[in-house]
């Protein structure tokens, strides 16, 4: 009879742990990373150590970690500068990822412990985050030149390369460095730039992305003398592509040897490039707005320039005509004065229009009696407005002094005066009013008029804000307004549609002179430029 068979114990496969790695960095930039493949992980300066520091203040054994099953327990056997655990005292404590021992307030290296499976997981969530925070930084301006220094600043952060440099193409075909990190300017100047660049023109020509990591290279594999005059150990090189067109390329590489360094950091890179790529169209496409809308002001304002320059030079024209024909009669001198307003007409409008872009105002004032001198200004304006069927109404009080700059005053007034006009195309009733109103002196300029709307008076003041009008450069109200403002006035609209407009001028009122000093009230005539 045959023994039963004895059932065989089952054998339990050993048990395999994540990969833990121990990381070492000094403030100098040293880095250096170990695999923990025993139970058992010594830390310092002897030789032998499986993590071997040679800093003079390490003991030969300065830390020792232990594995049990799943756990890990350090114990610091040094003791001389004392271990601290995440910033605080320990002389012994368990490790999970992410911890970092560091020796002493001066201690000179950080030791972080990295489980492989944790360590994936935080990659991710830190990668996550770095192409947030750099799609956010990136799109937050629309200059070209910000953009690509923020460009450059996510870059260096996300890959911590040891140099960088952006580089956009030229209307010519060729690159050029626009922006770079740890390369000296004058170096990107050169025509040797200190990087590969036959990496750069391998990414040029085919358009796709090359990642080099020099220790995976096989041996003998050709290198280019780049390469090997400038020590480099892993490369990455992304391409700026737009649908229709290489924008430029990105390049960063490392000169020490760096074990994290992986494919993912180049798709993280070419996640940053396609960034780049919305940001830095965006900011030309900006540019090119600018420039258009520039363009279209100086047209706008030319176009207007001659238009107004155009009703004196008619004016000057017919004057000379007559003096011409009459030079000895008795018009000569009247048609004189009128040659020589006209031109003075002309020379203020260009001066208050080359002002207003300085953003400068130059006043000369004097004291002015405000009824004479809105009378001596509006008056002979009347049989031009009574030709365009416009009747006008002077109801000019005993205001007071006022100081003004009165040619340039004028011009505000006959500004309002052409506005009304063509507020009333069929004809109507020109008022312009003035009175003391709450110690200030207060002119009204009123039409029966179209009116405007409360979306179109809110705009009235903006420069190069037009409606209604066929000619204009849109700048006559935002004069006005500033030369209001730098005689300490201010300038109120009242308006609706179908019931007119007026505008309310507040100017400061002198103290009333006492009688010795009346006589040096300067004459509007003498302030006449």
């Known amino acids: 009879m045959p023994y039963p068979k004895k059932p065989s114990a089952e054998i339990s496969p050993p048990r395999r742990h994540a990969p833990v790695r121990i990381r070492a960095r000094d403030k100098k930039g040293f880095e250096k990373t170990v695999l923990f493949k025993k139970n058992i992980f010594r830390i310092g300066r002897d030789p032998g150590s499986d993590l071997h520091l040679e800093h003079p203040s390490m003991a030969a054994c300065e830390i020792l970690i232990l594995r049990e099953e799943e756990r890990y327990l350090f114990t610091d056997t040094g003791g001389k500068t004392g271990a601290c655990l995440n910033g605080r005292p320990a002389a012994t404590g368990d490790l999970v990822h992410g911890d970092r021992i560091t020796f002493g307030p001066d201690g000179p290296y950080e030791i972080t412990f990295l489980v492989e499976g944790d360590r994936v997981d935080d990659d991710q969530e830190r990668n996550l985050r770095a192409l947030l925070s750099a799609s956010r930084t990136i799109n937050s301006s629309l200059v070209l030149d910000q953009v690509l220094e923020k460009v450059m600043d996510s870059v260096m952060e996300v890959t911590r390369a040891g140099k960088g440099f952006l580089m956009l193409v030229e209307p ?74 290489l924008i430029g390329v990105i390049y960063v590489d490392h000169d020490k040897r760096l074990t994290d360094v992986t494919k993912t950091d180049l798709k993280i890179l070419e996640a940053l490039a396609d960034h780049a790529t919305v940001a830095i169209e965006n900011a030309n496409l900006s540019e090119r707005m600018l420039l258009a809308e520039r363009v279209s002001t100086v047209g706008r304002m030319v176009s207007s320039i001659v238009h107004d320059i155009r009703g004196p030079l008619t004016g000057i024209r017919a004057a000379a005509e007559l003096l011409a024909a009459d030079a000895g009669g008795a018009k000569a001198p009247r048609l004189t004065r009128m040659i020589i307003a006209e031109v003075d007409r002309m020379s203020g409008m260009a001066q208050e229009i080359l002002d ?13 009696d405000l009824a004479v001198f809105l009378g001596e200004t509006i008056e002979p304006l009347r049989d031009p407005l009574e030709a365009r069927r416009v009747s006008l109404n002077l109801d000019l009080g005993a205001v007071g002094t006022v100081t003004l700059d009165t040619p340039r005053m004028g011009r505000v007034l006959r500004n309002l005066v052409d506005n009304a006009l063509d507020a009333m195309p069929e004809g109507g009733l020109l008022t312009i009013s003035a009175r003391v109103e709450e110690g200030q002196a207060v002119v009204r300029v009123s039409d029966t008029g179209v009116g405007m709307t409360e979306e179109i008076r809110g705009k009235i003041f903006e420069p190069f804000f037009t409606h209604g009008k066929k000619n204009g450069n849109g700048l006559g109200m935002a004069i006005a307004a500033r030369i209001v403002e730098s005689h300490g006035g201010k300038v109120e609209v009242e308006s609706a549609p179908g019931e007119g407009t007026t505008i309310r001028l507040a100017l400061p009122l002198q103290p009333e002179p006492q009688a010795k000093d009346r006589a040096e009230t300067v004459p509007v005539g003498a302030a006449a430029r």
């Open 172 to 245: 010519d075909g060729s690159l050029r460095a626009r922006v770079a990190r740890k390369i000296e300017r004058e170096a990107l100047d050169q025509k040797v730039i200190p990087a590969s660049r036959s990496v750069i023109q391998q990414v040029v020509e085919t358009r796709r992305s090359v990642f080099m990591m020099m220790e995976d290279a096989p041996s003998g594999a050709p290198r280019s003398m780049s390469i090997v005059r400038l020590k480099l150990k892993a490369i990455m090189c992304v391409p700026i592509l737009s649908p229709e067109r």
């Open 356 to 368: 207003f872009c300085r953003g400068q105002q130059d006043l000369h004032t004097s004291q002015t």
